[in-house]
Nanobody, 115 residues
Framework: QVQLVESGGDLVQPGGSLRLSCAAS????????MGWYRQAPGKQRELVAR???????NYADSVKGRFTISRDNAKDTVYLQMNSLKPEDTADYYC?????????WGQGTQVTVSS
């Protein structure tokens, strides 16, 4: 079955960096677009970044220039490099993909940006 397992979340100071990873299994990873979403307390889940099977990327305006999404098809893993982190980046971060028109989510990884 489809599985997405996120890791890399942590407590980091403002201005710091983190790299999130999402290990995928149960589908042909290289054929799928992958996305990172986040949900802050009391807010709706929002798209952070997305990468297509061909490597095209798009980002939420709030993270452009600071976050980079990438993928390693040999490792069936998608990454989110987050630089210049701000307190407003604090959220649970989720990996997402769609297989046979069904959406799948990981369990999430928590990112807290605080001094």
């Amino acid at each position: 079955q489809v599985q997405l397992v996120e890791s890399g979340g942590d407590l980091v100071q403002p201005g710091g960096s983190l790299r999130l990873s999402c290990a995928a299994s149960g589908f042909i990873f290289r054929f799928n677009a992958m996305g990172w979403y986040r949900q802050a307390p009391g807010k709706q889940r929002e798209l952070v970044a997305r990468i297509t099977s061909g490597g095209r990327t798009n980002y939420a305006d709030s993270v452009k220039g600071r976050f980079t999404i990438s993928r390693d098809n040999a490792k069936d893993t998608v990454y989110l490099q987050m630089n210049s982190l701000k307190p407003e980046d604090t959220a649970d971060y989720y990996c997402n993909t769609e297989v046979s028109r069904l959406g799948y989510w990981g369990q999430g990884t928590q990112v807290t940006v605080s001094s």
